[in-house]
C-alpha cells in the first residue's frame, strides 16, 4: 500500500523516540506534522536529551502541541505511538474520516 503525504496534516501523537522517528519520516515525505504530547514543553525537552534524540526532534515536527493542548484544526492522518493508549479520549473523538495508524513495537533493544 503506498499512501501520498506531501502537502497532508498529519498528528503524531505521543513524543518519545518512536513519535519522533514517524515524525521525520512523515516530514521527509513532504508531510506537515504536528507532534502532540501530554507533558509539558520541559519534560518533552528532558525526555528528547535523556534519550539521545533531542536533535532529531528538531527536525521531525513542524509544531509541537503540549500539556494537552490539541490542535484545532483538521488533520489527514494520526499515527499514534506505542506508549499511547488508543484509547485516549481525545483519539475516541476524531472523526471517522480521519486514517488512524496505532504503533506496535515490532523490536527492542
Known amino acids: 500500500m503506498t499512501m501520498e503525504l506531501r502537502d497532508k496534516i498529519c498528528w503524531v501523537v505521543g513524543l518519545a523516540r ?4 514517524a515524525g521525520g519520516l512523515l516530514r521527509r515525505h513532504g508531510a506537515r506534522v504536528i507532534g502532540i504530547d501530554d507533558a509539558q514543553e520541559s519534560e518533552l525537552s528532558a525526555r528528547w536529551l535523556r534519550e539521545g534524540v533531542a536533535r532529531e526532534s528538531r527536525d521531525a515536527f513542524d509544531e509541537v502541541a503540549s500539556a494537552g493542548r490539541w490542535p484545532e484544526g483538521p488533520c ?10 488508543t484509547a485516549h479520549p481525545r483519539l475516541l473523538a476524531l472523526p471517522d474520516f480521519v486514517e488512524v495508524y496505532p504503533g506496535h513495537v515490532a523490536g527492542s533493544t
Open 18 to 21: 518512536s513519535g519522533c522517528a
Open 76 to 85: 489527514d492522518l494520526v499515527v499514534i505511538s506505542p506508549g499511547v493508549p
